[in-house]
């Protein structure tokens, strides 16, 4: 049976290895390591390596729509599931139905003071009203 070696050990034993400070036979004799273990921690490290240089990239003019319409869909997700009419909403806002309207269906964009309104209002976050986060954010 296999021991449980935590991942801050697998790393610290990868590491010891790559920068030479000890070979792989001494640190499987010194930690009682099964041959061929540090072998595949090595392997799978380097693996996965670069995920670490993987950075979240924004192309604006896509990634602002693709939020735009994501804003808008949640608004009247979280509207109707609430069972409010867009004059409700309006009046809450301080604006006319018409206008909340053209919100929701992305003819004009809504003030980041309307989206904190709402996001208080169905006690939701701001990030699950622009599409940064999926679950657990709805109450």
Sequence with gaps: MEKDYTPEFKFQMVLQI???QHTQKELEARYDIPPGTLAKWKAQFIENAPSIYQFVTYDTTKDIKNLSDTYMVRI?????KNG?????IGQL????QNMYARY???RSQMSVRYLMKLALFYGVSMDYL???TEEGDES
């Design 93 to 96: 806002l301080g604006t006319a």
């Design 18 to 20: 790559l920068k030479r």
């Design 104 to 106: 929701e269906n992305g």
């Design 76 to 80: 009247r997700q979280l509207r109707q």
């Design 130 to 132: 622009a599409g940064l």
């Design 84 to 88: 409010y009419s867009q004059r409700e």
